[in-house]
């Protein structure tokens, strides 16, 4: 049986081509024929002359840990062209994130091919357990692709609080959103930035007056710019030099 690879390679270091070889190396010794898209880029990326031979892609040669300026279309008809001639497709880890495998996924089930997922499942023996890594059937669940929306749970949510800390003590001071009517804001909350970035360097790790991490207050100071940012115009210190003559 001829087995086509699929699964995730934006974002990831060398587009993750050493998950694609490990799993094929494993597939070739059960003596399957195996497909695999990381091969079809690197003999797309030598016919381009981005690279001279396989080899380069290793260590990252010409390639600066980049992918090639070579058109999405030409990985696109080489891979679809490829799966086209195999009898089933492998979902590697993580393929749920990755825009071209749910694209593969819903190609290969128009071709009516078998779908397969590469798991580490856990196995005991003599007592023991152990992991190994097999072809399982795939199982459609509701699939949703959220690879390109906000991943709100990469956010370090300790860090967050500390900003809404500062922004509470600065409501109980002066007044909720107060910081919006300072004057010159630009040149305010950078130079507020950099006295708590001084700070910080200098190893203090909380500003005396408010007990809180300099790090939070740079993180309101930083949000107050983007605010100042995205709504209005803020002068810069050689305008307002400019208009005091």
Partial sequence: MKLYLAGPMT???LFNFPKF????DKLLDLDYEVISPARLSIATWIKAGVITCFDEWVIGCQLEKEKPAVPLSKYMKNDYKALSEADAVVFLPA???????N???KAAQDMGLKLYEWKEVEKTAFG???WSECLQPLEIKGLKFDGAKRQWNLLYRPWLRGVVDVLTRGALKYSPDNWKRVDNPKVSYLNALQRHLDAFIEGEEKDPETGISHLSHLG????????????QKCETAEEILAREG
């Fill in 103 to 105: 694209k593969e996924l």
């Fill in 220 to 231: 309101c100071c930083l949000m107050f710019l983007k605010y100042f940012e995205d709504n």
């Fill in 11 to 13: 974002g990831y270091d």
């Fill in 128 to 130: 023991g357990s152990y």
């Fill in 21 to 24: 070889f490990e799993v094929e």
């Fill in 95 to 101: 393929w749920e994130r990755s825009s071209g495998a």
